[in-house]
């Protein structure tokens, strides 16, 4: 039953990173940086301690209290990962949009999931899965199992991307929803995707980093609330250091593209509806950072091991393929295009499934 919570409350969270961009569609009038930036300041400023603060008591005390050491490591790793999300943009330049986000997208999957494990081989800590345990394990080998299938399902996901753009036009957009214009480069875009795909993983290097502070947590709600299991929102505490390192990333290089784009006055114009823009904007923040508040209830259940961020990311690149359909994004191509796409689709629901199995076996 644990497993099976776990897995809901990730697809939850997948959801919600999947959707989070629906909101920036109706702001009208302001340029990618302004609004950007706005929803930011919310995902990763305003909610996570407003998070924190609803169901952590004392959240600034552990805070507080916890090693300088931790929360410099934790928000290290949060810069770092929000460089990774910016060089998003240029691996799809170099590579297009399908065949980019594929490489970028199956590498931050394996890395995030795989190293954590790899480190506590060297370094071993009590309750912590290590590599070793998973391939002496049954449930680590279907994980891993999993994992390899869900790689397959992004590969052939990234063939009907590839498909897609060579049948309709240019107009492609990246992650962001902005045009991207390909430059075909592949030895570069293959450097640019595997630094983006690294980095991008660091944010669950972040978590691994700043666990002390959601031990504490935990281990204080256990003490109230003895024989309740573990507490489902232990991890807010830690997403608000990890998310001061992906707000100071994002929020220089938005200043910077205000300036250079000279976009400063989207912010006070009044020729663009600024009452819906903030709204929507702070809407599509909120609905980011549900991703994370999701996630960690379903780390909880399942532990900081591979399986929470393999169905995290996983159940992202589901629900964002998913949406495509829905919103008729794939109209315009072959049936052959739209098979392949629903396969690579089915292939990652039965990952999931592996995955979810692998830790009710565990």
Known sequence: MQAILGVIFHFIGGFASGSFYMPYKKVKGWHWESFWIVGGIFSWLIVPPLAAYLTIPGFADIIKHTATSTIGLAYLFGVLWGIGGLTYGLGVRYLGVSLGSSIILGLCMVFGSLIPSIYYNFFPKEGKDTFSM????????????????????????GKAGMMKEKQVSSGATDAHGTDAATEYKFGLGMFVAIVSGVLSACFNFGLEAGKPMA?????????????EGEFLYQNNVTYVVVLWGG????????????????????????????????????????????????YGMGESKLGNGPSSWILHMAFIILVANMWGLVLKEWKGVNRKTVLTIVIGIIIMIISVLMIGYGNSLK
Do not use: H
């Not at 031990?215 to 024989?227: D, H, M, R, S, T």
């Not at 300036?259 to 006070?268: E, I, V």
């Open 247 to 294: 707000l100071t990333t994002n929020f220089i290089w938005c200043m910077i593209l205000n300036a250079r784009n000279k976009t400063f006055g989207d912010y006070t114009n009044k020729k663009t509806p600024l009452f819906n823009n903030y709204l929507f904007s702070a809407l599509a923040g909120t609905t980011w950072f549900l991703q994370f508040f999701f």
């Open 215 to 227: 031990a504490i947590a935990n281990e204080l709600w256990k003490a109230a609330n003895p024989n």
């Open 134 to 157: 998973l391939l002496n394990s049954q449930w680590g080998l279907t994980v891993l199992a999993g994992l390899i299938v869900c790689v397959i399902g992004i590969i052939i996901c």
